[in-house]
Structure formats: structure tokens, C-alpha cells
């Protein structure tokens, strides 16, 4: 190859080969610089220049038609094409990506005979490629850890001499690892991308450039020193299929770095990397110190003499194990050892905030986006919500506008499908409903599906009506369009709602499924709850919540007829949400002493209470569902203990039938068991139940019991417990006339000369300890 082209070969994302490219830049001086990208970001390379462009960020590239059908290539401050593409815009040098163009990965992508846009090194070598390609140096150096062995070799190492001696070097690695690299996909795959930069250097000399640069993955070098005539490479890459595609600049992460996705990531360590391309000297000592700043802000007591003996420990660990820089691992060891007592939980924080890091790129405004992009970064400028990497709690109050917006946004975002905000459980216990609390976090992915939604509307809004419009049509469920009506009202997509309340009504005409019904409830009630604190009309659900929960009540008893367990656990969960649902439905106007939607909800529960007991198909309602109505019932006032108590003893009668009662005491018992603490006559008839139960009738019944009680209370446990253990519960005839135990003189004598010793008394084996107390005849319990 001409001497005019200087191949510059690279690991991703690397600060020793960023240093490298830095230094041989500066000694070659040249007058184009070509970077392994895509071409298409050619247009937007010159972006890299702006104040405002502050890695780490990738360049996004997707499919017009298939927005889904994306690839990034991440760029952080230590990698290699950055450091190049910086240096182009600071001394005015053309600049090109060289790469395959993306129009061209994506449709081979999905050809059935295409080469795959990118594979892992696993998948590599399952496709008999030569795998990780510093994996294979280590090895050959005697090395296990091919991480520590590049460490020692390339990252840790200062520039020095001639800037070009290290680039010699990698190549002639390379070049041997590629003469034993058998073919396969990645190799045919790489056989294309090679082609195109080939065409491109060539493409570059044509231009009148003497001096250019190419900065590319160390192991294409050896493909591109030994060009074939520009003939081979036009044959090579004539007819490929190409696709539209758009490309942008995006914010990337240092933590989506540090996982094993996108363009030449999976570094494991992006924060120390970044440490040490930002710390030419005295990088431990630094690191060491930043280590402290950390744990200190964490209310652990580190002093500087903790990080002078860190700083010590890790140089000698370096010593011991033929190191020439402490690294990561024995920067970790000395940290665990000093700073956090051994502790690996302590560690895990360090790991976490430094050792990936939290940082979170920006790009400027110039950058190309779609309209919903734009609109979006103009919310989160205006409700001062700045996107961020690592994961923070917000507590929104929605009676102030400012954050009822914040609520909207986050809400119409999560219906697009962007979980910048998740709902979270508030630290303060509050029922009412003004208040909101958020766990935001930022991933970079969510570039890709504003991209996606670009074709609902131009601004959130607009995009959530049309998502919100477009999934009532075609949703087959009630339940799926009751939970859309609630979403419409939390995000304040007025614009939507009539579009769903129609799709709405018509289905809750049509079903007459009481299972469906019931799920359906609860989401409008809610619903219902959110009109008088954010301000939206919802009227329009009160007439369908209400005819819901009046068809619900009328088909309630015979749904609950005939069904099996599993079918009686379901139903028994609807019962719940219906019975709370139906509770927070507000009265309307004009609405008589009867009329309330929870008058006709109780009568329904008292029919199905009355029942029968289930004694096969279709003749009867378990007795989990009788048993619930009954616990309903009576915790709503509208049944007393007596009468509870006398339906409960019908059920734990001898005619019954054990299965049936136990069924009945697990839908009693399941809002919690403090009530048999409270009358004793429950807890009475319960323990003289489960005492009569025969013995292999009790082993079948096992299953249930346990998962009833486990159910309870722990404090409620074991005081029923520690009842039972006192002596029988039942009130009956069989416990009042209990004969009372005698008293065993011989055995009460035993203990005296013991109580004697402990209370310093005389020897009571002459003189009785006290005198003989005649016993009364009482019961056992008194």
C-alpha cells in the first residue's frame, strides 16, 4: 500500500489506543481522516465540533419505513473515532466514515441470504469465526486474562518514541491471527465491509489527498495493507440490496456501554476507562481519591490515610502479580481490603457509580430529529424534567400545575411506550389522590422508540390521541379499554376519549361475560377518582360505571355457580376488586335511600351467601365465594357477628362436608383473621371444627388450612395459637363440664428443695416450704 495511507488499527472504545491515535495524528499530520462508520454520517460528522456535543453518544440509524429496524455506534470521550473525528474538526481536516453504509447492513440483515448486520464474539465462533480476537493474543502471550494482558500492553501505556511503533505492532498480531481465521458468516460479512473501505481509500486518493489517516478496528488492517485491484471489490459489492434510511446523532450512557449491545461495545469497565484517558498522571492516586469522595457522600467514615494505604496497597499488589500499573482489579482489592472493611456490598456501590458510571451525553439542538423528538426535548425544558442516567425518585403534588404537567407527559409517554417514568409506591402512606410518585431513568434506547412513534403525531400529545384512538379500535377485551379510558384521563388526552368511550359502550354492550365485567370496574371507578384533582370531565364514565356494576350484581350468583377451584380462586379475586371498586362510586344526584350502585353490590353478596354449598357440577357455589360474601358482609356492617357466627356454625356442622368448609373458612378468613381475637365464640367453633375432622379427612385438607393461615397476620397466629395451647376454645357442654385435673403431691414435692436453693429458704425436705392450700374444683381454663 502507498506510504500516503497510514492504517491506524484500534480497539473500540480503548484509552490507550485513543492516546495512541492522538499522538500518531499529531506526528502524521494529515490532510483527510477516514473512520470506520457509516457513511450516512457524513452529513452530521461535522456536529462532533459543537459546544454542546458532550459524549458519550452514538450515532442512530434506522430503517424510514421500519423505525424499529435500528443500529447505534456508540462514542464515548476514550474511544479512538471520537479522539479522530475531534482532531479533523479542530484542525479543519475532511473527515469520512469508511464503513459498509447502514442502507446496506439493514436489507442484508433481512435477506435470507444476507450477511448479518453484526454478531457477538460467540456467535463468531459458533460460525467458525476466530472469536475475540485480544482473547486470542492473551493466550498466545500466556496470559488468562486477556483483559489485564491488553491493559498492561496497550491501555496502560504512555506514548512514546514513534507514535506509529505501536500500530506496526498490532497489525502484525493481526495479520497472523487473520492467516489462521477460518471462513464462515463474519468472515463474508467482513469480506464486504472491507470491500467498501478499500473502495473508499481509494476513493480518498482520487480526491488529491497525499496524507490520509485511516482510523479502523485493528483487525481489518491486514485486509486493507494488501489491496486487490478496485475491479475484485466492484464485483464484490455490485447488486447489494439497499434500504431508505435516516441517521442522527443520539445521547448514549456509560452504563448501556457496559453491556454487550450496539456498535463495538461491551467494555465492562467504561468509568475507569474514562479515568484514565482524563488522568495522564498519577491515575490510581486519583482514582483513589474519587473512591473516598464517593463513600464519604455515603455517610462511610474514609479518611485520607485510608486512601494512602489503598494507594499503597494497590502498587504493591501490581509488584506481586508483574504488573506495570496497578489496574482495575488491584485498584478493587486494595479498595475492599481498606475502604470497606471487606465488604462486597459496599464494593458493589464503588463498581457501580465509578467503576461503569452514571455519565449522560447531550447533543446540540442541530442534530437532525423527527418532530416528536423535538417536541419532546422542548417538555422537558419547559417542566425542567432533564433526562438523566442514573435512577431518581420523583414526588409530584397534582393540585399544582407544574406538576400536573410533569404527570401528563409521563403518563402519555408510558401509552407510546417510552418508560422514562415508571409508577412507584410513595414512602408517605396516603390514600388520597393528588399525589404521585415517579422512578425515572434515562436509556438511550428510547431514542429509537420517539422515532417509532413519529408517525402517530408531531407532538406527545397529538402521538398519544392516535396510539390511544388506534388501540381502542382494536382492542377485543373490556377489561383492555376500561385500562385505556384510565390512561386517557391520567395523561389528559381529552382529544381521545370520545374515540374510546365509544369503543367503550359498544363493548360493554355486547359482553355479558360477569368475569369480564368485574375486571373491567375497578380501572373506571379509578378513573372516576382522578376528575376533581386533574381538572378532567368525567361524567361521560359514571353512567357505564354504574350500568357495570348493576349488570355485575345481577349475574353475580349464577357466574359463581358449578366452578372449580381455579375458577373460585379468579372469581374470588374479582369479589375483592369489585366489593372496593363499587365502595368508592360516588352518589348521584337524585339518587334514592336504595339506589347507590353499593345497595344493589350488598344484595347481591347476601344472595350469593344464602346459597347452597357446591356438591358437584353446577349445583351449587363453592364455599370459598359463600365465605367471602359473608367476611364482605360483615365487614361492611351489613351483617352482624351473630349472624356470621350462626352461618359459620351451618357450615362447620357435621352434614357438611369437610372440603366445602374449609373452602368457606378460606374466603371467611382471607381479609385477615383479627376478628376471631375478638369473638371468641368464631374462634370457638372454628377450633371445635378442626378437632372433630377425622384424620384422613384432615390430611386432604392440609393444603388448604396451611395456605389460610399463612395467610394471617403473624401477631394473629400466634396469639390463636397460644389460645389453642391454653386448653379448648369451644363453648359447649363438653368444656363447662370438664372434670378438674388432681393435683400430683408427689411430683409438686419434687421441685421444692430446688425453689428452696434459688430463694435462699431452709431445707424443705423436714419443714414444708408452705402450707398445704387445699384446691378448689375449677375448670381448667380458670
Known sequence: MSAEVTLLGVRHHGPGSARAVAAALEQLKPDAVLIEGPPEADAIAALAADKEMQPPVALLAHVVDDPARAAFWPFAVFSPEWVALRYAADHDVPVRFVDLPAAHTFALAEAPSGVPGGT????????????????????????????????????HRAPDGDALAPFAAVAEAMTALRETAPAGPRARRDDLRE?????????????????????????????????????????????????????????????????????????????????????????????MTGIADLLRAEDHPVSSAHVIEAVRLAETLAVLRGRPLAGLG????????????????????????????????????????????????????????????????????????????????????????????APARSAVNSTGTFRETWRLHWEPEYAVRVVEAAHWGTTVEDAACGKAARQAADATDLADLTGLVEQCLLAGLTGALPAVMRALADRAALDTDVAHLAAALPALVRALRYGDV????????????????ERIGVGLPPACTGLDADGAAAMRAHLDAVHAAVGLLPPAAGDGPGDHPAERWAAALHSLAAREPSGGPATGVPGLLRGRAVRLLLDEGRLDSAEAGRRMGLVLSPAGAPADAAGWIEGFLAGGGALLLHDT??????????????????????PVLRRTFSGLEAGVRRTIGERAAAGPLGTGAAAAAAPPEELDEQRADAVLPVLALLLGLPDVTTAPLLPRIPRQPTGRNT
Open 330 to 421: 488491584e485498584t478493587l482489592d486494595a479498595v475492599r481490603s481498606v475502604m470497606c472493611d471487606g465488604s462486597d456490598v459496599t464494593l458493589a456501590l464503588v463498581h457501580d457509580r465509578l467503576v461503569v458510571g452514571e455519565a449522560l451525553g447531550e447533543v446540540p439542538d442541530g442534530a437532525p430529529a423527527v418532530p416528536l423528538q423535538r417536541d419532546l426535548a422542548r417538555l422537558q425544558r419547559s417542566l425542567r424534567l432533564k433526562p438523566e442516567a442514573a435512577e431518581r425518585e420523583l414526588v409530584l403534588d397534582l393540585r399544582k400545575d407544574l406538576d400536573a404537567e410533569r404527570s401528563r407527559l409521563l403518563h402519555r409517554l408510558r401509552l407510546l411506550g417510552i418508560d422514562w417514568g
Open 195 to 287: 470491500a467498501y473501505m478499500r473502495q473508499q481509500i481509494r476513493a480518498a486518493r482520487r480526491a488529491g489527498h497525499r496524507r490520509i489517516a485511516v482510523v479502523c478496528g485493528a483487525w481489518h488492517v491486514p485486509a486493507l495493507q494488501t489491496m486487490p485491484t478496485a475491479a475484485h471489490d466492484r464485483a464484490l459489492l455490485a447488486g447489494l440490496p439497499k434500504v431508505k434510511t435516516r441517521i442522527t446523532w443520539v445521547p448514549w450512557t456509560h452504563r448501556r456501554l457496559a453491556q454487550h449491545t450496539g456498535y463495538g461495545a461491551g467494555i465492562d469497565s467504561p468509568g475507569w476507562y474514562h479515568h484514565l484517558f482524563t488522568s495522564p498522571d498519577r491515575p490510581v492516586t486519583r482514582w
Open 120 to 155: 457477538s464474539d460467540e456467535a463468531a465462533e459458533a460460525e467458525g469465526g476466530i472469536g475475540d480476537p485480544i482473547a486470542a493474543l492473551a493466550e498466545a502471550a500466556g496470559h488468562d486474562d486477556p483483559e489485564r494482558w491488553w491493559e498492561d500492553v496497550v491501555e
Open 681 to 702: 365464640a368464631l374462634l370457638g367453633l372454628l377450633d371445635d371444627w378442626l378437632t372433630g375432622v377425622p384424620g384422613d379427612t384432615l390430611i386432604d385438607l392440609l
Open 534 to 549: 386533574r381538572g378532567t370531565d368525567a361524567t361521560a364514565l359514571d353512567g357505564v360505571a354504574r350500568g357495570l356494576a
